[in-house]
């Protein structure tokens, strides 16, 4: 009977505490869990394709030589979940550059990462993410076959397809960490694209005047020159050889 008591007083208080626990540490825990819960996903999702059937070696100075089969997945990137992919080496912080060679049961494109992008470093670029959070760039080249040899850069390498069903690829991949002076190559090389893609958007010199810029101010593609017309002083680029004739017609007084 002295137990039946003691039960009665002191379980409903031991459960009505517990209660209240519940209801301040819930918010938080659940915070804590979602988070646990999504980073585990995010994990399981990467660790998961990079399974197959074959052989790889990591040597002590970073070299990797990989070869397999493997079946694709369906992709985890945002914005590509109807797609198709296998992931022949997972996101890391090493950057490396190599070749794969590769057959697969379809045609296949050629997926390599580049990143984690800096915050405001995706602006203008395609990318890559599972989270919209932890961001890569994107080099996606769809040769439209299904075997072949790329040479690819980055921290992570794959192959795609657009469809939904799954595609089997036999791989081999020889890649090794790349060193400043390639990655000053590869600076340079960016560069060199990213003028060129300035170049074609380089407005004609009219349509500069149009949008307001002063006819002193017009830019030229490179390999041309700024001259003025002697009737109305507009602006105009022109080859250097063609300058002293159009001096000589009157057209120009430059």
Not at 108 to 117: A, E, R, T, Y
Not at 161 to 188: K, Q
Not at 209 to 232: N, Q, R
Request: proline share 7%; aromatic share 8%; charged share 20%.
């Amino acid at each position: 009977m002295l137990m039946i008591n003691y039960n009665k007083k002191i379980l409903p208080a031991f459960y009505d505490l517990i209660y209240k626990l519940d209801l301040l540490f819930l918010p938080t825990m659940t915070r804590i869990m979602t988070t646990i819960f999504t980073t585990s996903i995010l994990i399981f999702s990467l660790a998961m394709y990079p399974t197959f059937q074959g052989a790889a070696a990591e040597s002590m100075d970073g070299s990797i030589v990989l070869s397999g089969t493997m079946e694709s997945l369906p992709d985890p990137g945002i914005g590509h979940e109807s797609h198709q992919i296998a992931i022949l080496l997972p996101p890391s912080d090493k950057m490396l550059v190599g070749s794969l060679t590769y057959t697969a049961s379809e045609p296949i494109q050629l997926i390599s990462l580049h990143g984690p992008l800096a915050e405001g470093e995706d602006a203008g670029q395609p990318i890559w993410t599972t989270d919209d959070e932890t961001k890569f760039a994107l080099t996606f080249v769809d040769p439209e076959t299904n075997m072949g040899t790329w040479m690819f850069s980055g921290n992570a390498l794959a192959v795609h397809t657009m469809n939904t069903d799954p595609f089997t690829v036999s791989y081999s991949v020889n890649a090794g960490p790349m060193v400043p002076a390639m990655m000053e190559e590869e600076e340079m090389m960016m560069e060199e694209e990213e003028e060129m893609m300035m170049e074609k958007e380089i407005m004609s010199p009219l349509q500069q005047m149009k949008s307001g810029v002063a006819p002193a101010d017009v830019t030229c593609k490179d390999g041309l020159e700024l001259i003025f017309k002697a009737i109305d002083g507009s602006a105009a680029c022109v080859k250097p050889s063609s300058v002293e004739k159009l001096i000589q017609t009157g057209w120009t007084s430059q």
